[in-house]
């Protein structure tokens, strides 16, 4: 069995990403790790080329600044460093997500066992959403609590944006694909990094969806409802990022009153904990 990993990263040292954390993370599973590293004006590319594992190939990229529809630039790098992957199986990594040491053996274990089962085309990981501190999490089903991040790697399929695939069977209308669960976490860090950093990525990001976000003022106004506290560890190769880069505690704007959005999140936490639902938006179809 062969494991490839793939990612992609621009401006990651600019924006406060782990990236080189999320990489070293995907190195201890995988047999190849590609990453699309978009030209930029920091040493994002430099920190990676310092990673001295072998398994570990750059694709240097130059993103389309044209590309201003639902984030389809981020589509098109993602597919760069998965159409280059040999493995079996191809997992996708994001620059601000990292898996923990004490996972890889069981994951690989899963793998190995779905390798010869083609109703298996995926593995669907769950998520610790960080957010304003690396002591709490995200828990609203605003937020995707699952996602299918490795993928059978003999299927046709391609990514809509940068969080899913689409399986294109029969060259007919593409699906979601069938999974399993990996049962196993990935360890989100997306929403914890310094309140100036997460300004700028925000401006990047929105200029690749063509529209322009409201201010980000601090992490603090949430709705209370959708947060929790995280009680459990972190990946060894994420801890000194965190003492540098991350907001460690969240102060909540005691003024702050939820959107209606929010206030239609705390409506579905109250349906999912009467009936024992999950309501959360998914991208694939779980098998039975």
């Known amino acids: 069995m062969k494991i490839s990993g793939f990612s992609f990263v621009r401006h990651g040292t600019l924006l406060g990403y782990p990236y080189v954390e999320s990489l070293t993370s995907l190195l201890s599973l995988c ?20 990673i001295t594992d072998p398994k570990l190939r750059i694709i240097e990229t130059t993103w389309n600044e044209a590309m201003h529809d639902r984030g389809y630039v981020y589509a098109q790098q993602k597919m760069i460093a998965q159409f280059n992957c040999t493995g079996d199986w191809a997992f996708y990594l994001e620059a601000d997500e990292v898996l923990h040491e004490q ?26 959403h960080f957010y304003g ?64 950093q997460m300004q700028q ?12 976000p409201p201010p980000f003022t601090g992490y603090g106004n949430i709705d209370p409802q959708a947060i929790d506290k995280f009680n459990g560890t972190h990946p060894a190769v994420v801890q000194k990022w965190l003492i540098y880069h991350a907001e460690q505690q969240l102060h909540l704007n005691p003024d702050y009153r939820p959107t209606r959005r ?20 998914k991208h694939y179809y779980l098998t039975k």
Do not use: C
Request: net charge positive; aromatic share 12%; charged share 20%.
């Open 31 to 50: 047999d190849e790790v590609i990453v699309a590293v978009g030209k930029g004006q920091d040493d994002t590319l430099q920190r990676i080329r310092a």
């Open 103 to 128: 996972d890889i053996a069981p994951l690989k274990q899963t793998l190995q066992s779905y390798l010869n089962n083609p109703n298996i085309e995926a593995l669907v990981f769950d998520y610790y």
């Open 133 to 196: 501190s690396p002591h709490t999490i995200a828990i609203s089903p605003g937020w995707y609590r699952r996602a299918p991040r490795i993928i059978r790697n003999n299927i046709r399929n391609y990514s809509p944006d940068g969080l899913f695939f689409i399986v294109m069977a029969h060259n007919k209308k593409g699906r979601y694909p069938y999974a399993t669960l990996a049962n196993v976490p990935i360890y989100h860090y997306g929403h914890v990094r310094a309140v100036q």
């Open 201 to 212: 990525k925000i401006q990047q990001v929105s200029t690749y969806w063509g529209h322009q």
């Open 262 to 281: 929010e206030r239609k999140h705390r409506w579905m936490m109250q349906l999912e904990r009467l009936f024992h639902l999950e309501l959360s938006k």
